[in-house]
């Protein structure tokens, strides 16, 4: 359920090209960190690290700025890619991480998902 907040977060983006992915309606994450950047996004925005608009109008700029140097058609695009991308240089720009923190807890972050993709093999 979504409080006022989060609901106008995410309908502010609808039906507009920086809109997030949906199937059947409902936001779609294929990968689980995507559903968690885009908790943070908002939750960050609420806690009043930045403005919901202020996030918007870079994600925005940033898949501008993706489509400026990518063919439409191309298939590298990713949504959640951009929108990682607008959470890191907010998140950094509020002095909440410095980027040797960020990169270091990214790395972790990595060499776990490169470990629990290897668990699965025989």
Wanted: aromatic fraction near 12%; proline fraction near 3%.
């Amino acid at each position: 359920m979504f409080t006022r907040f989060e609901h106008f977060a995410a309908s502010s983006l609808m039906g507009s090209d920086e809109s997030p992915p949906r199937q059947n309606g409902q936001l779609a994450f294929s990968r689980s960190w995507e559903q968690v950047a885009f908790a943070l996004a908002i939750a960050l925005s609420k806690k009043g690290h930045y403005e919901w608009e202020e996030f918007r109008q870079n994600l925005i700029a940033t898949i501008g700025d993706w489509e400026v140097e990518h063919n439409l058609d191309d298939p590298t695009w990713d949504y959640y890619q951009r929108w990682y991308t607008v959470l890191e240089k907010l998140v950094l720009e509020a002095g909440l991480v410095d980027k040797t923190e960020l990169d270091k807890k990214l790395s972790v972050l990595l060499d776990c998902s490169r470990s629990h993709e290897n668990s699965a093999e025989p």
